[in-house]
């Protein structure tokens, strides 16, 4: 781990009109690592990241992002990170060169002709660069966005679900070239609801309802939410799976129960009672038992479930 | 330091307005087609001082005096003799149905009364409906009847000519001296067209980067909030000159408005009004949540200007706290400035004063602007 922090905050809360997006969250990104930021919808994901780049401003909590103070030096942090917004925001009737062309002159950017052809040539958009980024399909606008934030070669990169919409050939492009971004020294905090995205950081955090519920490496969340998981198939004709499931869900100990083809994930924290209600249906010969590691989304589903919803009360009906 | 205001970021502003202007056909055709829609219906169909208004005669009387003072408003150009009545029934008729603007009512006996010397009294109905467009009609036949009969009072009849007044009340009409409602109304009518275009382009112009979502990249940038609004704005200074240009060239080829004083003070001093509608533009743009909210508040804000500013209905006709008004609106002071410079000669001293309103509301307004440009989504 680089001992340098990219992003290091603490406490940060935000409310709008009394609704509290994100409750004293703290997050710490060694420089050059790629934080995958996943949760919910509504989790406070988008809020923290506006926080992070200076363009809402935290009730309470203070923190640094690339050693300036987030609440004191937005300006000087919005030279240095590139932010790429969850909704296309670059000018659609505007071709890609013009939107590249604007923005590099914003940052004011030297040998500002070399740099976009550069930056066109990154992400193979040469060949587009006269077409109004209006008409682009969804991967290739998400490539011009990715090329107009790391344009002024920013140090941290901001991704709101970058790949929100886009076909898997266009994301895996895209991880590849987020991943040959870090090799270049940058920080990546992408948010993401896709589990092989989420594998494929080198840390996430999990957020729900604003709090933060987990932070670590893949495996290190795993191992910390302590899941002993099961899985049933099918072992006899008569074997029900429906009705497995009708029964399991609701039983003590078990959090969770999930349905894959005919086999059925099932699973909880406290060891001890899961295998106690269990019991019963690991007698039956129909169904095939084996234990197995528990995945991510496992853990998600876990972390969702015992996580309050601070949401609920305020919800319309 | 780089926060401080930088030309460079505010050409990368202009650049881009000025790219996004030219794809935006639509726009562009409404900057050229305003102006020339708006004089087409304000310089040739509004006239408040019309002619050949519609009359209808009736002739009770049938001798020489009474022919004679109907023959002399004819050949004035206000009244157009539309058709002889028989009747006051029927005369009532076309006056309610509008098909007449004057009934002359010459009473039965009317010339052998003059020539007795009675003074009997001749009748002119007017549908005053719309005041504005008798009045001056009216006033001309006050001046017609008195003379209409002067060449007939001779002989032993022209003792029966009127004695003069005690006092000679001449009317001279100076700048326009034939009271032509054009001269006034099409270098008016730049000032209409500059305050209803700037002002309703700029409110669009960040409500729409707000509803397309562009906001926040331009927010995340490090863009002041002076270099946005002067980047939006410039891009349009040019428009306005376009505009500027196609009507005072309208003005001089199509309605042969004269121009006495100088060109370049008019261009000089409509830089000041047109920076000033743009900024009133961006305040409501910075006001309004979305693209149809600006519109609206820009229609709240051109009425008054219309209506308040001395374009539509004389300034001084109105009374003191809707003057008050129109000394806010910058169309006021700049409608001041074009009729004095086109039609007075107005030189830099004489329009220095409102010049300098027109800065004041400039200054006033930007600040609230910028003020109002949020750097955050808070």
């Known amino acids: ?317 | 330091m780089s926060d401080r205001f930088s030309l460079g970021r505010l050409w990368a502003m202009v650049t881009k307005e000025f790219v996004q202007m030219r794809r935006d056909r639509m726009t562009f055709a409404m900057m050229v087609g305003i102006p020339l829609i708006q004089l087409g219906l304000f310089g040739f169909a509004i006239n408040s001082d019309p002619r050949a208004l519609p009359t209808a005669v009736l002739d009770a009387d049938r001798g020489p005096f009474g022919r004679a003072v109907v023959a002399a408003m004819q050949a004035s150009s206000y009244v157009r003799v539309t058709g002889l009545v028989d009747s006051e029934a029927e005369a009532d008729q076309l006056l309610a149905e509008g098909k007449v603007q004057f009934v002359v009512n010459i009473p039965p006996g009317f010339s052998h009364r003059v020539a007795r010397g009675e003074r009997p009294p001749l009748l002119v109905e007017a549908d005053a409906t719309d005041p504005a467009a008798t009045s001056g009609a009216i006033g001309t036949l006050n001046v017609l009847a008195a003379s209409a009969l002067d060449r007939d009072l001779t002989g032993p009849l022209a003792r029966l000519k009127p004695s003069p007044p005690p006092f000679e009340l001449r009317i001279h009409r100076r700048y326009n001296q034939e009271a032509n409602t054009q001269y006034n109304v099409v270098p008016g009518l730049m000032g209409v067209v500059l305050t209803m275009t700037m002002v309703i382009m700029t409110a669009l112009a960040v409500t729409r980067e707000r509803e397309r979502g562009t906001m926040e990249t331009l927010l995340v940038m490090p863009l002041r909030p002076l270099e946005v609004m002067l980047g939006k704005i410039a891009p349009y200074v040019v428009v306005g000159y376009i505009q500027v240009a196609v009507i005072l060239l309208a003005a001089k080829l199509v309605f042969r408005v004269p121009v006495v004083g100088s060109l370049g003070l008019l261009t000089v001093a409509s830089v000041v009004f047109i920076a000033a509608n743009l900024a009133v533009g961006f305040t409501f743009s910075t006001v309004a949540r979305n693209q149809l909210q600006a519109m609206q508040m820009s229609f709240f804000y051109f009425l008054p200007s219309i209506l308040l500013s001395g374009f539509m209905f004389p300034y001084r006709g109105m009374p003191a706290w809707a003057q008050a008004v129109g000394e806010i609106l910058p169309l006021t002071h700049f409608l001041r400035v074009v009729r004095g410079i086109m039609l007075k000669g107005n030189g830099p001293g004489e329009i220095a004063g409102e010049v300098g309103a027109l800065f004041l509301i400039l200054l006033i307004v930007s600040v609230v602007a910028v003020r109002r440009y949020r750097r955050t989504l808070d």
């Open chain 1, 1 to 317: 781990m680089s001992p340098a922090a990219a992003i290091e905050v603490e406490g940060l809360s935000k409310s709008f009109a009394g609704r509290v997006a994100v409750d004293s969250l703290s997050l710490a990104v060694p420089a050059g690592r790629i934080l995958g930021f996943l949760g919910p919808n509504g989790s406070g994901k988008t809020t923290t990241i506006r926080m992070l780049c200076g363009l809402l401003t935290p009730d309470r909590g203070r923190g640094t992002c690339l050693g300036l103070d987030i609440l004191t030096q937005a300006h000087a942090i919005k030279r240095q990170v590139g932010y790429m917004t969850q909704k296309f925001s670059y000018y659609e009737d505007l071709s890609i060169v013009e939107n590249l062309d604007f923005v590099a002159r914003v940052y004011g950017l030297p040998e500002r002709k070399r740099k976009v052809a550069a930056a066109l040539e990154r992400l193979g958009l040469t060949d587009r660069r006269r077409q109004l980024a209006g008409q682009l399909s969804g991967g290739w606008k998400q490539r011009l966005a990715l090329a107009a934030c790391i344009l002024h070669e920013p140090r941290l990169l901001l991704l709101d679900e970058p790949t929100a919409g886009v076909d898997p050939k266009a994301r895996r492009e895209f991880w590849e070239e987020i991943h040959r971004l870090a090799a270049d020294g940058l920080t990546v905090l992408v948010s993401t609801h896709y589990m092989d995205e989420a594998e494929r950081c080198h840390a996430i955090a999990y957020i729900a309802y604003g709090k933060l519920l987990a932070q670590g490496s893949v495996s290190e969340v795993v191992a910390e939410a302590g899941l002993s998981t099961f899985t049933a198939t099918p072992a006899a004709p008569e074997a029900d799976m429906a009705a497995l499931a009708r029964r399991l869900s609701g039983l003590p100990g078990i959090e969770l129960v999930a349905p894959f083809g005919s086999a059925l994930h099932v699973g909880g924290a406290d060891r001890d009672r899961l295998l106690a209600s269990l019991a019963p249906f690991r007698g039956d010969a129909a169904f095939a038992w084996r234990e197995d590691a528990p995945t991510l989304e496992d853990v998600f589903i876990h972390l969702m479930g015992r996580s309050r919803d601070n949401f609920a009360g305020a919800a319309p009906p």
